[in-house]
């Protein structure tokens, strides 16, 4: 399997639009996987990469490092517990019995310190977060949705864990526009321009927004919807209807063997927008289409899925793709999404090359 050059993972103060945390985080597309000829299994990318946006979260006394998913989608902290005397686990976890700070709080809950920097001695401690012991890919889970998606309302919300001074409530978060490194700004915004969308968030659960029409070329779909943004999902959800009638036109078809939307590699396709109260959402080709691991049939995967069969509930949803193409800031106390065109490159590495 082809494997992509990724950036390491690290937590680091700096100064930023006043003062502001920023976490360094990864992004991970690796060649996905072929499944079963069955229409109803769905084609994802290396399923330890399935979650796409990672950082990495220190836990414990002394700390203990794992890659966290991140997740506007969720509102709570959620870490892996290695299992108590089984040996040494095959998978991220964390091993409470080593931190002398670990305190299990209910069947569902514990609490621990979150260090903010090891070097510098900054560290939170209590913690509350949900313990669970079920394997994945990753140490834990870090929610970034609104803390009204809570599962218990004792948790701690990430945010607090990161800035002592949460003053201006709120984080945006960027990838390089090759996908390859990716950074969260925590209390600070992105540098607005002429062209930035400002929208106002309408759920205090979700960071959703309302959508009044999609374009792909001469396709042109009223909506007057809701799109939700997911960092966890690696595809943009819509309804199977709108699906067909983008894709129609465009040499874009569904493979039952892959699971998946694919095209040419070389086909030239129009820009996927989203007009929106506040202005034109454009999420290009290089974003929604999957060119740089083709398929053994010599296309490429793209990027879309029917939210009803793949989805988590809403009928519209922005994954990885719109962090690419746009700096997004998520403000909790103005309620608003913010979209600045972004122009960050991979300035440390090529990350499509194969190792």
Same mark, same amino acid.
């Given at each position: ?8 993972? /690290? $937590?680091? $103060?700096? *100064?930023?639009?006043?003062?502001? $945390? ?8 690796? $060649?996905?996987?072929?499944?079963? !000829?069955? +229409?109803?299994?769905?084609? %994802? %990318? ?21 890659? +966290? ?29 080593? !931190? ?7 069947s569902n809950t514990a609490s621990d310190s ?88 309408t759920s205090r659960a979700y960071w959703q ?11 042109? *779909? ?120 972004? /122009? ?7 990350? %499509?090359?194969?190792?």
């Open positions: 399997m082809a494997r992509l050059v990724l950036l390491s993972l /690290f $937590l680091a $103060l700096s *100064l930023y639009f006043g003062s502001a $945390l920023r976490l360094k985080a990864n992004i991970r597309r690796h $060649l996905p996987e072929r499944y079963g !000829s069955r +229409a109803q299994n769905h084609f %994802h %990318h290396d399923p330890k990469d399935f979650n796409v946006l990672d950082i990495v979260v220190k836990v414990g006394t002394p700390p203990q490092y794992g890659a +966290a998913v991140v997740d506007t989608t969720s509102g709570d902290i959620e870490i892996t517990l290695c299992p108590v005397g089984a040996g040494k686990p095959t998978y991220p976890c964390f091993n409470s019995s080593q !931190s002398s700070s670990f305190v299990q709080k209910t979150f260090w903010e920097d090891e070097d510098l001695g900054f560290v939170v401690p209590n913690v509350t977060f949900i313990s669970r012991d079920h394997k994945t890919q990753f140490f834990g889970r870090v929610g970034l949705g609104w803390p009204s998606l809570r599962k218990y309302p004792g948790d701690t919300f990430f945010p607090d864990t990161s800035y002592d001074k949460w003053t201006r409530e709120t984080f945006s978060i960027s990838t390089g526009l090759l996908g390859c490194e990716a950074q969260i700004d925590f209390d600070a915004t992105c540098e607005p321009n002429k062209k930035t969308i400002y929208l106002p968030a927004f309302a959508i009044k029409q999609v374009h792909l070329g001469s396709v042109k *779909l009223p909506i007057n919807g809701q799109a939700v943004i997911a960092t966890n999902k690696e595809y943009i959800g819509m309804p199977k209807k709108f699906l067909d009638q983008l894709t129609s036109l465009h040499g874009i078809t569904w493979e039952a063997d892959y699971g998946a939307y694919t095209v040419d590699c070389n086909q030239k396709l129009p820009n996927l927008d989203f007009v929106t109260d506040g202005g034109v959402i454009t999420i290009r080709p290089k974003q929604y289409v999957y060119v740089w691991e083709p398929l053994s049939n010599g296309r490429c995967v793209v990027n879309f899925e029917d939210s009803k069969a793949f989805g988590f509930g809403p009928e519209w949803y922005f994954g990885i793709q719109i962090v690419a193409d746009y700096c997004v800031a998520f403000d909790f106390k103005k309620a608003q999404i913010t979209l600045t065109e972004n /122009f960050q490159e991979c300035d440390v590495c090529d990350c %499509h090359k194969k190792q």
